[in-house]
């Protein structure tokens, strides 16, 4: 199922994301079937985790897509859904992971200094 971001409202301090489920077409004369989904994300909680607003859509997406990953029957009761504390905790805990293994990548430099017959000398501090 490939999921469309249809946009979002928002009620107090909670937000909710709309997204249009379409099931692929397996042959042409067949119809497309389309389901709509709400999830419903608490601010506060997304604050607390230090996840950013134009992110949250990405959460959503995970959701969506590790129910559908599962059973069907499962994924139509989705149809309303609010966005736990351990769905929260389990996309910060991701990001944090891949954000390390980023810096674990990088290649450490060498600082800069100037080679004994250079004419650029360091000032003298004294």
């Known amino acids: 199922m490939q999921f469309l971001y249809m946009g979002f409202s928002q009620q ?8 249009q489920g379409v099931m692929p077409r397996e042959r042409p004369t067949r119809t497309a079937k ?5 999830l419903s994300a608490d601010m ?4 607390q985790f230090r ?3 134009q992110d949250a859509p990405t959460l959503c997406l995970q959701i969506l897509g590790a129910a559908f990953t599962t ?4 994924a139509v009761q ?6 736990t ?14 954000e390390e293994s980023k810096i674990a990548r990088r290649k450490h ?15 003298q501090l004294k």
């Open 34 to 38: 389309n389901l709509e989904f709400m």
């Open 78 to 83: 989705v149809a309303s859904y609010l966005i």
């Open 12 to 19: 107090a301090n909670v937000r909710i994301f709309r997204f």
């Open 44 to 47: 506060a909680l997304l604050a």
């Open 109 to 123: 430099r060498t600082p800069f200094k100037p080679s004994p017959s250079s004419q650029l000398k360091w000032p």
């Open 85 to 98: 504390h351990a769905d929260v905790s389990k996309f910060a805990s991701a990001r944090n992971a891949l």
């Open 51 to 53: 996840i950013r607003v």
């Open 71 to 74: 059973e069907e029957e499962h």
